[in-house]
């Protein structure tokens, strides 16, 4: 990490690197704790991620306010610059990432008779690889490394691949169990948030790899130099 001649400078880039960590890590957690919910069909923990989806929007508030202050104040330029406009973006992405989690939980008291709906039992397996693109994407943003972003981005066709072969199974299921059709489309949602987190943080990674070498995912595939 290159350090800065106003070391105000690095404390506030520290500090923002901090909020966005922060910021990831609940979002991660929300996923994770709404499928738990969902299983267990427990509408305490439900209740408690949507109300912990309060907290990730005011992280977000502070990360505008602090990027906002750094670029009006200190005038960063190339890579610092790169760094805060991807924390500025990457913070609106972890955003939605915990408004999909509470979308997750809001349909909790909805799904009733979860033990007798067997695709249910495949749901966690596919959240699991959402959030582990999540807590892979805020490593591959605290370690500034721009390989780990690629990483990212290739597995979120497993996760697209799993969606829609669950789509086809819930689909079916809804066939052969016409009672069950109200219940099942609110697993369609749920599978269908999943996979939005997994196209988020397939775009975190993007701009992580943008603020780490200053080209676009996109050009490097057409074999462009990165500028430093």
């Known amino acids: 990490m290159v350090e800065h001649t106003v070391k105000a400078f690095d404390d506030d880039i520290g500090e923002l690197r901090g909020l966005i960590?922060?910021?990831?890590?609940?979002?991660?957690?929300?996923?994770?704790?709404?499928?738990?919910?969902?299983?267990?069909?427990?509408?305490?923990?439900?209740?408690?991620?949507?109300?912990?989806?309060?907290?990730?929007?005011?992280?977000?508030m502070e990360v505008e306010r602090?990027?906002?202050?750094?670029?009006?104040?200190r005038a960063p330029?190339?890579?610092?610059?790169?760094?805060?406009?991807?924390?500025?973006?990457?913070?609106?992405?972890?955003?939605?990432?915990?408004?999909?989690?509470?979308?997750?939980?809001?349909?909790?008291?909805?799904?009733?008779?979860?033990g007798d709906i067997e695709p249910l039992?495949?749901?966690p397996a596919m959240a699991a690889m959402a959030s582990k693109m999540v807590h892979d994407v805020l490593d591959?943003?605290?370690?500034?490394?721009?390989?780990?972003?690629?990483?990212v981005c290739e597995s979120d066709r497993a996760v697209d691949d799993f969606y829609n072969s669950l789509f086809r199974v819930l689909v079916t299921y809804m066939m052969e169990n016409p009672a069950s059709i109200?219940?099942?489309?609110?697993?369609?949602?749920?599978?269908?948030?999943l996979?939005?987190?997994?196209?988020?943080?397939t775009n975190v990674a993007e701009m992580v790899?943008?603020?780490?070498?200053?080209?676009?995912?996109g050009e490097r595939e057409r074999g462009a130099t990165p500028i430093h």
């Open 21 to 60: 960590a922060q910021m990831g890590g609940l979002a991660e957690q929300a996923v994770g704790a709404s499928m738990v919910a969902l299983k267990r069909h427990d509408l305490a923990a439900a209740e408690e991620v949507i109300a912990g989806d309060k907290q990730i929007d005011a992280l977000e």
């Open 66 to 73: 602090l990027a906002v202050q750094l670029i009006a104040l």
């Open 77 to 114: 330029l190339a890579n610092d610059l790169r760094e805060v406009v991807a924390a500025l973006k990457i913070a609106g992405v972890l955003e939605r990432i915990g408004d999909y989690a509470k979308n997750i939980a809001r349909r909790v008291p909805a799904i009733e008779d979860h």
């Open 121 to 123: 039992s495949v749901l």
């Open 140 to 151: 591959a943003f605290a370690a500034r490394d721009p390989d780990a972003a690629i990483r």
């Open 182 to 193: 109200g219940q099942v489309a609110h697993l369609l949602f749920i599978a269908k948030n």
């Open 195 to 201: 996979e939005r987190v997994g196209d988020h943080a």
């Open 209 to 217: 790899y943008y603020a780490a070498t200053g080209v676009h995912m």
